[in-house]
């Protein structure tokens, strides 16, 4: 394991990273780019480094290549995660593709692997990508709503939601209700007509709204709009990645999470609830 950065902040902060990468037709090819990138955010003193959406095995067009692709969460892909996270002492915050019941269809999962290796947190995506013109549901499961699975780091608790989720605030707003001060979001957001303001505009206010910091981890292009970024309680985007694989990395605070609700307590002030449909 490398060392982390001697100039850190002399605050209680937790180094986090997103990290970019365009994922590929090959689960060994992307597990070989993970563990390039994860090193690198470690180097530079990453205690959790998120990745996108699918960064175990990516097609263009969702189908059958991804569905033979799928493994169970105690299958192959994730125990290599596990083993990488290991070495590195960090926690790995990674998409995946969940072999699910019946064979038919796959869910698209979101693991998180601690410096032990173990497996600690784990999400299904809620909202698929029926929207746009893609049908993410002909090949993918939805997940059920269950009670969020949180992890902590230095005193922080992350939270985990996946791309298309980010346009419905009330999953958000459950994780902070859970207790979340960070979320982790991990995404393949396609490119098109002003998505990329999409992006920017969606990720930043569910920090702004629920005042938490939003580690967001898109794919790089051609398919991913990327611009992968670290956004803090005020909306001020910490680190942000343009079109290439690379990482990007940000100090986070219990200190500027508290600072911020004292000046804007919305969370206390309001006045309604997130209920199940």
Not at 145 to 173: H, K, N, S, W
Not at 174 to 185: I, K, N, S, T, Y
Not at 226 to 232: K, P, Q, T, Y
Request: aromatic residues 8%.
């Amino acid at each position: 394991m490398t060392a982390p950065d001697a100039s850190v902040p002399a605050d209680e902060s937790v180094a986090v990273a997103v990290a970019q990468f365009a994922p590929a037709a090959d689960s060994n090819a992307n597990l070989a780019e993970i563990g390039r990138l994860a090193a690198r955010a470690v180097e530079r003193g990453a205690r959790v480094v998120v990745f996108p959406e699918y960064s175990m095995f990516f097609t263009p067009e969702l189908g059958q290549d991804m569905l033979d692709a799928a493994e169970p969460l105690d299958g192959e892909f994730v125990r290599a995660l596990g083993d990488l996270a290991a070495d590195l002492g960090v926690h790995l915050v990674v998409g995946v593709l969940e072999r699910h019941e019946g064979g038919r269809r796959f869910r698209n999962a979101v693991v998180v692997l601690d410096p032990s290796g173990a497996l600690v947190a784990r999400y299904r995506k809620l909202h698929l990508y029926d929207a746009f013109g893609q049908r993410e549901s002909e090949w993918v499961a939805p997940g059920v709503v269950e009670e969020p699975e949180l992890f902590e780091v230095a005193g922080l608790r992350f939270g985990l939601q996946t791309c298309y989720d980010v346009r419905f605030p009330e999953i958000t707003r459950r994780l902070v209700d859970a207790g979340a001060d960070v979320v982790c979001m991990p995404a393949e957001w396609v490119r098109g007509p002003l998505k990329e303001a999409h992006w920017r505009v969606l990720t930043t206010a569910r920090a702004l709204e629920n005042t938490i910091y939003v580690a967001a981890a898109d794919q790089a292009p051609p398919v991913g709009a990327g611009n992968s970024m670290i956004v803090d309680p005020m909306g001020v985007e910490l680190a942000t990645i343009g079109e290439q694989a690379d990482v990007a990395l940000a100090w986070l605070s219990r200190e500027r999470l508290d600072s911020v609700r004292r000046m804007n307590p919305a969370l206390s002030l309001r006045r309604f609830g997130v209920v199940e449909r």
